[in-house]
T-cell receptor, first 115, second 115 residues
């Protein structure tokens, strides 16, 4: 069965601190990996995604994530957070199962950035 | 202005009543999804549809039903059999079926409260 684990459920950082949010998945086949963000009062939106090629992917607003296949991980990073990064972050994995796109989300990490 | 519309934003129902949540998209996407978002549990997949007149159960389909008679519409009915229906419901769509690397686009959500 496909699953996603996000280890940090609530993170509090000061502005300019570095951020790393953990995401591990379990699935034996080919996967595609996503990070979504939900800013307060806004829709969930895509932050970045990986499906092939360079395992280091860059997304919007200075975020990046690295796919490490041997560790089944896709951690999200940002060198210096801003107050506007306060949001909930979701890791997701998709795979093709029987011709359908199977999608699984992690439970989310709430990030609070203190000015 | 393309996007996903969910209505209403807030919905109140008495226990034992069925209620239908609306989801409409004008993005010409083939695939549509319903999720339930609860605090500390992330997004859990209820039902998904990769094409008109076809849909599949997700991880927590019990007590829910859907239909996909039109490409742009994917209504969700919360039946009286759903034991804990009070939640935030999110609808999403993605461009094509069977293509796992497509991102999902989310609606604003409907908060259902059963009294």
């Amino acid at each position: 069965a496909q699953s996603v684990s996000q280890h940090n459920h609530h993170v509090i950082l000061s502005e300019a601190a570095s951020l790393e949010l953990g995401c591990n998945y379990s699935y034996g086949g080919t996967v595609n990996l996503f990070w979504y963000v939900q800013y307060p009062g806004q829709h969930l939106q895509l932050l970045l995604k990986y499906f092939s090629g360079d395992p280091l992917v860059k997304g919007i607003k200075g975020f990046e994530a690295e796919f490490i296949k041997s560790k089944f991980s896709f951690n999200l990073r940002k060198p210096s957070v801003q107050w506007s990064d306060t949001a909930e972050y979701f890791c997701a994995v998709t795979s093709a199962v029987g011709g359908y796109q199977k999608v699984t989300f992690g439970i989310g990490t709430k990030l609070q950035v203190i000015p | 202005d393309g996007g996903i519309t969910q209505s209403p934003k807030y919905l109140f129902r008495k226990e034992g009543q069925n209620v239908t949540l609306s989801c409409e998209q004008n993005l010409n996407h083939d695939a549509m999804y319903w999720y339930r978002q609860d605090p500390g549990q992330g997004l859990r997949l209820i039902y998904y549809s990769q094409i008109v007149n076809d849909f599949q159960k997700g991880d927590i389909a019990e007590g829910y039903s859907v239909s996909r008679e039109k490409k742009e519409s994917f209504p969700l009915t919360v039946t009286s059999a759903q034991k804990n229906p009070t939640a935030f419901y999110l609808c999403a769509s993605s461009p094509s079926s069977g293509t796992p690397y497509n991102e999902q686009f989310f609606g604003p959500g409907t908060r259902l409260t059963v009294l």
